[in-house]
């Protein structure tokens, strides 16, 4: 028997299939922006081309905006609460790397710290979920 409404069950598979939709999407043009700019030159249609994934990864932004829109209070409010834990991690760690730059360690790009957020957001919200929290 699942802990969830019906309403919920619909809203996570609409969630779920807009989401992969867009993903999709951001893939197909993330591949072939890198294929279309290595043949150019001119360095103003390279960047951008370059930049085009952005607009899919937009998308995705806005059906995550959607998803927490339609969500019950309580839920949202674990997953923002969970977002803010991940965002301050993320940025403690940024600012503490950010000291050992000025002793000479490599500059990290912002794929880095993206990926500890999202890293932090997954293993925060299994760890809420494992202490029955959501």
Known sequence: ??????????????????????????????????WIAKGITEQVLRTAIVLLPAIPAAGVLWVVIRHLRRMDDYVRLIMLETLAISGGFTALLAFSYGFLEGVGFPR???FIYYGIFMGSWLVISMFRKFRGEV
């Open 1 to 34: 028997m699942s802990d969830y409404s019906q309403h919920e069950i619909n809203t996570l598979r609409q969630y779920r299939k807009e989401l992969w939709s867009c993903i999709a999407i951001y893939m197909v043009v993330l591949f072939a922006s890198i």
């Open 108 to 110: 990290l790009s912002g």
